[in-house]
Every structure is written in C-alpha cells, then in structure tokens.
C-alpha cells in the first residue's frame, strides 16, 4: 500500500495586543499637544509659516491637479465605507473592522478639536496663499484628511504585506503634504492631524490587537492508501 500525500498545512491568524501600540498611542498624542501649544488664533510664527510657504509655493504644473484632488481624498469621510467595504470584498473582516472604528471616529474626533482650539484656515491668517480648487472654509486645526488617512493607513498596515504597507503609507503621507500644497492647511494643522489618527490607529490596536505570524493547525497524519488486488 502507498501513503496519500499529506495535506498541506492550514494556517490561522492570531490576532494580539502589543505594548508598542500603547507608545504609539502616547507618542500620537503627545505630537498633538505639542502642535496644539504651537498654534495661534491670530497669527502664524516664522517657522510655520517658512514651511507653509516652501510647501504652497511649489511649482508644479497644473495638470497635476486633477491628480493631486484624487489623491487627497484617502482623506475623505468618503474614503473610509469605501475601502472598509474594499475589505470586506477581500474577506478581510477585522481590517475593515479596524478601518470603520479608526477612520470614523477620528474624522469626529477631529471635528471637536477644531472647535476647541478655533484656528482659521492660511487664506483668513496669511496673504498671498495658492489656493488650488476651491476655498477650504471652516476651520483649521487639525486636518481631518490628515487624521482620516493617517488613521486608515495605520490600521491597514499590518494587514498587508510590506509592499503593500509602504503604498497606503505613501498615499497617506502625499495626503498630508498635499493639504498644505492646495492652500487648505497649515503645517501644524496637518501634524497635528496625522497625530490624531495615527494615536487612533494605537487605541484600535490596543484594543482588537493586530494579526500575526500565522501558527501552522496539526493535521492528521497521513493514511496508507489501499492497493487493488491482482488479478
């Protein structure tokens, strides 16, 4: 009798809670109140306003920015059913899991500190602001885009593989600089707001924990196969 080939090794996800989530967590929201102490209702310092003018005053070429919007909304409100629901489509569930509790509740997060902290947008602080599309209204500190799409590129990362990593990343970060780029933030509103989703992402963690190597299940040992007999 000949031995069936033993079956290939199922594998499952086990998901845990890391202590680096809770310096991640701490360190988001220290960059917060620190770019918070930062910020004034009335005027804008000359560092910030140095790298807001480096920032705004890049000369790219117009047909960029058809590009440039479609990009900054990965930090949309929009953007976090769409791709929650992109992982649900992959079977993804805890990921969109993350992305939903993540991205939706720092988006409000980020609406209540701006009522707190009362900064205007540059166009209300400074003269001669680029301003590409239309004008960004309300207020300013902090960037929900930047909070949105650091937020769900922070959960997804561990996710994805390292490639896939480095891309939400990237697209996270061009959100964030691209804020400032259109004339709709300032640079301590879009740190500040990368430290309130990246703290987001932390919490989520800390509370779901994050998949890790997958631990290979037994399987049953493999069964001789019966030979017919001659003849």
Known sequence: MSATPAAE??????????????????????????????????????????VFRAVNDLPLPG???????????????????????LAVATRRLRMALDMALAGGAIYLVAKLVKEVIQRGRPQTLLDDVHILGEAARGLGFVS??????????????????R????????LAVTVVVARVYV???????????????????????????????????????AQPRPQPEPG
């Open 144 to 161: 929900g885009h930047s909070a949105v799409a650091i937020a769900l590129a922070a959960v997804a990362a561990p996710y994805l593989p």
């Open 63 to 85: 047909w960029l920015y058809p590009a440039i919007w479609l990009l900054m909304q990965g930090g949309n409100i929009g953007a976090v059913p769409a791709v929650a629901l």
């Open 183 to 221: 004339g709709a933030h300032l640079p301590l509103d879009v740190i500040g707001g990368a430290a309130l989703g990246y703290a987001a992402a932390a919490l989520v963690h800390l509370a779901l924990g994050v998949p890790t190597e997958a631990e290979a299940e037994p399987q049953p040992a």
């Open 163 to 170: 490639w896939g990593g480095r891309l939400v990343w990237s």
């Open 9 to 50: 090794p199922r594998r499952r996800v086990v998901y845990t809670r890391r202590w680096s989530d809770l310096i991640r967590l701490g360190g988001g929201i220290a960059v917060l109140l620190l770019a918070s102490a930062g910020v004034h209702s009335d005027r804008v310092d000359g560092p910030e306003r140095a």
